[in-house]
């Protein structure tokens, strides 16, 4: 069977999933040496940490070399799209298309998909980082391929 992923918001899982992906970060990190240590300092087993380890990622480790694709509406002021551009660009992000529709009643949707192999940031907190600029009025991730 094809695995089939989604992309969920953490606040309506149990909080098994956040720890097993503080552990891998930890990891990673180097802030733990191994496992053990760990599982105990977030607050799990060893059995439930090896039981979800494949299968539970934070959307920067899934979207490693993949196409993101935010869609964005923007007050119609001069340098919105510029600015939001630099910000993926300087993040490492690809621009590979941008698509932006006529501005009605002074704001416009756009979309934008770059490639996020080498994007310096997890993509949330890109995102944030957009949607704090001036004359973003909303921003989503509509795509991850």
Do not use: C, W
Not at 10 to 17: G, K, M, Y
Not at 113 to 141: P, Y
């Amino acid at each position: 069977m094809k695995n089939k992923f989604l992309i969920i918001d953490t606040s309506i899982l149990p909080d098994v999933f956040d720890k097993v992906v503080k552990v891998k970060e930890l990891l990673r990190t180097g802030h733990v040496k191994d496992i053990s240590e760990g599982v105990k300092q977030v607050g799990i087993s060893r059995s439930t940490y090896y039981k979800y380890r494949d299968s539970v990622f934070t959307l920067s480790e899934s979207v490693a070399g993949h196409k993101i694709t935010l869609g964005l509406t923007l007050a119609h002021k001069a340098g919105t799209l510029s600015k939001i551009l630099d910000n993926i660009a300087q993040k490492k992000g690809n621009i590979l298309t941008i698509n932006q529709d006529i501005p009605i009643n002074n704001a416009a949707n756009v979309s934008i998909t770059f490639d996020a192999s080498q994007l310096e940031v997890e993509v949330n907190e890109l995102m944030e980082d957009i949607r704090t600029l001036k004359s973003v009025i909303k921003v989503n991730l509509a795509a991850v391929e």
